[in-house]
């Protein structure tokens, strides 16, 4: 028997997907006489003439991760998606858009403008801003266009499984890896690698009086190690996203910030989580109602960090 | 099986086909997905309207309905019978409103029929989510629960008593009555408070409906409407109550004196004792924390002078379990703790006194047998009442006391009638609204009391001038005149405030019913249903819902008590269809909803670590469902499914 | 015990000026029960109860100074006079409370590179004498009991006012308890915590007068033999208005006052040089003499 | 001549005050433009801020939520909890660029036909002013 052919692929994210799975270390070099590995940007050096040169269906699972944001990251979704027999959304960017999403909260003149001439280390007295087509006395330069709206993948292509995470636990890619090649494959469309219920659930931090009555950012306290964070007046994501990644961010006395995204029963994380923490405000008149929702600073950021793009209303308008 | 809609457009004569084309909208309506067939009709809810439904049903098999008519709150209930006796379930059924907010609000006939379109494209795309739903019935346990035995418990308790139903009064004390037994007199008749309370007390003691259970208090109440259980713990009183007949031997011969709770302190009683002659019911307690034998392991005198052997030294506490299936809260006040006020002195400066302990130094049975006498033993010869103490003031509790105003007048007419005392007045308003109140102080106003508007500033020993010394000096601005006043008194006496129980909190959490801003129990509404709270089968009434005067608190026990009898009647209630569910295989026991009940529907189970919800206590607000995060609760007929698919179908 | 515990001291500037024995007292008295007073850097004027009505942000501002500046020592702040006490107390309650206010002092700091977020402890002396160092500490150093010296406890208005945090804004009883420790006989009056006419010297003196003459008439009724202080300004009052208020009210006053500190100083057997006792307008050497096994 | 625009609203009424009010209008004959489908909720409590997201996106231009006056709810104070709700998604809405006039929480007595009325009369209004939101057609746009 062959082994089969596995693929990792690195559209729009910061790469830490695939630093996850380098993270495996010693596991991982037990796995490669299990697997053969045909392309791996972070380190295998493989061009993507030798993908297209691939017959169909050729690659038996494909990691893709990160989001698509632009033509580059799109073309090659199509083309993992034409050489794969499974596509695997990996991480939190190609599930659900990521941080590269929060994008959406900007056009793309606006990101061009801060990068390339508002912030005040640029330098770029012709006020140039990328072009996909440059003519050189060599000949025509092109790069990828840069897309207004971040996508996940399933947006623009069809995708089997998704592993969720910023990045995926080590223990749980093992588990997804292992279920793969194991052959007893999941039905279609499913979350691996993560729990069906929310990390409250294996958060260990105690909770006592639902009530929030005021709202502090993480650096303006240092929490009480063994209190929900919530109650405490830092908002956790934790209510409102599955679990599975073992809590690790709030052993480390800081809050969930939502990376494995919603819950099997929810279609929005962000409004979800909206609802739960404004319902337990510990305020009744509006003016004291007021004060507690004007004091979290960037609802978007702070509901959607990872999950914009997957969201209801996915960006914002222009 | 395969949703199989009749959707069923109606004219309502012209009401609605005026402004709504009905053919059109029934012709649209036919196209919409699972719908199988859509007419239109005169008048839906007659006969033959409903005829039409039914026929349908059997003929083309339908299995949900959506009518377009008039708003559900006229003749949903009408169209849910329909289809339930076709044989479909009535929570299978979708009303669409397209007269009273479609064709009544616009003459645009063309906007009123895309609006009553898109409706019934709303209603059709929800029923196909709708699931059948049974709605529950329980029957009504006739036996009542009095918590309070006060004028408000004992008013209460005698009316549904006398009615034939089964009432268990449990207080807390060793003796019904509460605070109006130990008053001496009652504004605005001045009649003794004695007199009208005591034959209703015995009327308690003997009633062959209520049993009695005194030094006692609910521990735990469980269940829901018509189905509750209280568990109830019955402290000893070391003197069997079925021996004893109430002689007074063992009072009489006890060797030990202590404070009596009863006076306020100024008086003493036996370490066995009953708190006040009148008590019911007559049986003494013993004072366990006192009492020789107790404490020093020797004495048993009143045993041994006990001519009916009722002393019992070996009694236990006992816990009684009653069904019930109602109750009523009258667990009355707290006056307010005087000596927090610093500037006023009460507790360093012997004179000052509360307007309680001022009851019983009236009282002919309390401690001086009714002479009004100062610390030493005379008479005063000038004497200032200060209202509002602890009311209507930032600092302790904002809101009116209500009885404080014409109880200092009742105050100040005893002074007068029994010293030839000066006596000031210093009040803030005069709140005088009752029957009767009014003229009341018009009177005292003629009786030569000095009335000083104007809050108190302090009460102080440190004399300015030789007048002063040796007296208590009033200050106050006096705010008619404009001028600050120091006038020096012999007694100064503190009208209290009436405060929430201090076991308020305890109450509420073990009744599962709510505190308003200022502690007291909340009522439903404040106007409509001022004895009712929001756990359905639980009155609050008198006291322990605000503060309140007698005729107040007397006309809230009637009320409750005619609440429950009302329930009791109707022999069986009908539990919400509509209520919320918990999976506890989604829920993560995040426990955001807990708290959000207004009920207190939702508990948490340690074990699996899952909330939990109670059916009958659910009234289907879906707060809770709109907060999980974990979309672990549903709320039934509101489904996710239902109302999403109902909002996309309208956006769209 | 020998742990020393650290705090912030915002001494003021009343301390720097008329009552410097204070300043001194307390000094050596914090030492010599381990308690650590650092001097805040570069600290300016409190805007004192007075500035507040006048210009109320341009006060805050004042202590919004202090305040940061005293964040960045991550220690409770502590002051000897009240009045100081009552204004930083008061802006770290409005800066909490309004958060225009805060942004407004936040972009007013900015300009002096500072920033404050509010997790200052402000705290008087006393209260941290009587709370963190505690009854067996103190007697644990009293070589020279006081001997049952009858003082009248004098809290002045602002230690409890208007946040009423420490102590009962009406009855103090802290005071009380410390003198109790040192070996004095508190002596209960009613005025222990009324006005002593504060600025009114200045302003309308014989209503200022009349304040202190009743308190000094009170306490001496009471059978006080000195007056025990927390507070500069009602201090002075006291002691330096005693000749006024005799030639207004033809009254006979010769009652020594001493600060709390001075009074503790003696009880631990320090020189009443060392503790500024010497500087006082209304001798106390006979009354020490009296009372004290040594008077140094 | 282009076509009027006409704003597509999504009302959250609850059963008790607000739909009681909106019938009140119809039955009073009190005329507003026919903009709103009324969607029925025994309380605002259950209005997820989910659902006013679906809406926006499924196409509506505006949603109103109505619920009983403060101290009158039928449920003690889910209009309560639904306005705690409602101050944050605001804040969110306006991140998102839909403004403050799109998406309106309103308490509307039983008694209160006219002012229902007043109110989707004015709602209507403002977002016709507005224009279309139209959110899930450019949320589909291909990118550009």
Partial sequence: MTSPKIAFNWASSCGGCEIAVLELGTKLVELKDKIDIVFWPVALDFKYSDLESMPDKNIDVTFFNGAIQNS???????????????????????????????????????????????????????????????IVPEGELTIPKFYNTVKTLDQVVDVDYYVPGCPPVGSQIEKVVGTILSGELPPKGAILGASDKSLCHECKLEKTDRKVSKLVRTYETIPDPKRCLLEQGIICMGPATRGGCGAICLDANSPCRGCYGPLPNVIDQGAKMLSALASVFDAESEEDIRKLADSVVDPIGTFYRFGLARSLLRRTKE | MPEKIGVYVCHC??????????????????????????????????????????????????????????????????????????????????????????????????????????????????????????????????????????????????????????????????????????????????????????????????????????????????????????????????????????????????????????????????????PFPQAVPGTPVIDREHCLYFTKGACRVCEKFCPRGAIDFEQKERIVEVPVGTAIIATGFDVFDASRVKEYGYGRLPNVITSLEFERLTHASGPTAGKILLRNGKPPETVAIIHCVGSRDHNYNEYCSRVCCMYSLKTAHLVHEKTDAKVYEFYIDMRAFGKGYEEFYKRLLEEDVTFVRGRVAEVSEV?????????????????????????????????????????????????????????????????????????????????????????????????????????????????????????????????????????????????????????????????????????????????????????????? | ????????????????????????????????????????????????????????????????????????????????????????????????????????????????????????????????????????????????????????????????????????????????????????????????????????????????????????????????????????????????????????????????????????GLAFGFSRKSLGIDDELTPSKALLEKHLEVVR | MQEKFEPKIVGFLCRWCAYTGADLAGTSRIKYPPNINPIRVNCTGRVDPTLVLKALASGADGVLIGGCHPGDCHYTNGNIKTLRRFKLLQNMLDQFGIEKERVRLEWVSASEGERYARVVESMTEEIRNLGPLNWKRKEMEVIA
């Fill in chain 2, 13 to 274: 004569g012209t009401n609605i086909a005026r402004t709504v084309d009905c053919k059109s909208v029934a012709e649209y309506a036919s196209h919409l997905p699972n719908v199988a067939v859509a007419r239109d009709y005169q008048y839906m809810c007659s006969d033959p309207g409903q005829e039409m439904i039914k026929k349908d049903i059997h003929e083309l098999g339908l299995n949900r309905v959506v009518v377009a008519s008039c708003s559900p709150l006229m003749h949903e209930s009408t169209f849910r019978r329909a289809v339930s006796s076709a044989g479909v379930n009535p929570f299978l059924f979708q009303m669409a409103n397209i007269r009273e907010q479609c064709s009544w609000i616009t003459e645009n006939r063309e906007l009123a029929t895309n609006r009553a379109k898109a409706i019934i494209a709303g209603a059709v795309t929800r029923v196909s989510f709708n699931e059948p739903l049974e709605i529950k019935k329980v029957p009504v346990n006739p036996d009542v629960l009095i918590v309070g035995g006060g004028i408000t418990g004992i008013e209460a308790g005698l009316q549904i008593a006398d009615s034939g139903r089964k009432v268990w009064l449990v207080e807390k004390e060793p003796s019904i009555g509460g605070y109006m037994a130990r008053f001496d007199k009652t504004f605005p008749t001045l009649d003794c408070a004695a007199c009208i309370l005591t034959p209703k007390m015995v009327s308690v003691g003997q009633h062959e409906n209520i049993e009695l259970l005194t030094y006692s208090d609910v521990i735990d109440f469980s269940g829901y409407v018509g189905n509750f259980t209280a568990k109830i713990r019955k402290r000893p009183r070391y003197v069997d109550e079925e021996k004893c007949n109430g002689c007074g031997q063992c009072e009489q011969k006890c060797p030990l004196s202590v404070p009596s709770e009863f006076d306020c302190n100024l008086g003493k009683r036996k370490a066995i004792y009953r």
């Fill in chain 3, 1 to 264: 015990m020998e742990t020393t515990t650290k705090f912030s001291y915002y001494p003021g500037c009343s301390v720097e000026g008329m009552n410097k024995a204070y300043d001194k007292s307390a000094r050596v008295v914090c030492e010599a029960l381990g308690v650590d007073l650092v001097e805040l850097n570069d600290w300016n004027c409190c805007g004192a109860s007075a500035y507040m009505s006048i210009r109320e942000l341009r006060a805050h501002l004042l202590s919004a100074r202090n305040l940061a500046l005293a964040e960045k020592e991550k220690k409770d702040l502590v002051v000897v006079c009240p009045a100081c006490l009552t204004t930083l107390t008061k802006t770290n309650h409005y800066i909490a409370e309004n958060p225009r206010l805060k942004k407004t002092i936040t972009t007013a700091l900015k300009a002096a590179n500072l920033q404050y977020y509010g997790s200052v402890k402000v705290r008087h002396l006393l209260e941290v004498v009587v709370n963190d160092v505690g009854e067996n500490e103190i007697k644990s150093r009293i070589k020279n009991s006081l001997q049952d010296l009858k003082v009248a406890p004098y809290y002045g208005c602002q230690l409890t006012r208007p946040f009423g945090e420490v102590d009962d804004p009406e009855f103090p009883t802290m005071l009380d308890k410390l003198l109790g420790w040192i070996g004095a006989k508190p002596v209960s009056y009613p005025l222990k915590a009324k006005c002593c006419g504060g600025m009114l010297m200045m302003t309308k003196e014989d209503v200022g007068l009349e304040l202190t003459k009743n308190l000094l008439a009170c306490a001496m009724e009471n059978g006080a033999e000195c007056i025990a202080t927390i507070c500069p300004l009602c201090h002075m009052n006291l002691e330096a208005y005693q000749d006024n208020v005799n030639k207004h009210f033809g009254t006979d006053f010769h009652i020594p006052i001493l600060y709390f500190t001075q009074l503790i």
């Fill in chain 1, 72 to 134: 580059e990251n799109e073309h090659l979704a199509q083309l993992f998606r034409a050489k794969s027999k499974l596509l695997v959304a990996f991480g939190a960017c190609a599930y659900m858009g990521g941080i590269p999403a929060l994008a959406n909260t900007k056009s793309k003149q606006q990101i061009f403008n801060s990068s390339y001439k508002e912030t005040p280390t640029t330098d770029n007295p012709q006020n140039i801003t990328p072009q996909t087509k440059f």
């Fill in chain 2, 463 to 652: 004399a300015q001038n030789p007048s002063e010394k040796g007296k208590l000096v009033v200050v106050a601005e006096d705010t008619l005149l404009g001028i600050v006043r120091r006038i020096p008194v012999d007694m100064v006496i503190l009208s209290l405030g009436l405060e929430p129980r201090k076991d308020a909190l305890e109450v509420a959490h073990t009744f599962s019913i709510s505190r308003s801003r200022d502690g007291f129990f909340l009522e439903k509404h404040p106007k409509l249903a001022p004895v009712s709270t929001a756990a359905d089968g639980i009155f609050v009434a008198g006291t322990c819902q605000g503060p309140k005067d007698i005729p107040d608190s007397v006309a809230q026990g009637g009320a409750a008590a005619a609440n429950v009898l009302s329930l009791i009647d109707r022999k069986e209630v009908e539990l919400e269809p509509s209520i919320a569910i918990i999976d506890e295989n989604v829920c993560s026991g995040c426990k955001i909803c807990l708290g959000l009940c207004p009920y207190h529907a939702i508990t948490f189970d340690e074990e699996k670590s899952v909330a939990v919800l109670t059916a009958a206590l659910c009234k289907g607000c879906g707060v809770c469902v709109a907060a999980c995060p974990s979309g672990a609760i549903e709320q039934q007929n509101f489904t996710n499914s239902q109302l999403l698919a109902e909002v996309e179908a309208v956006s769209a």
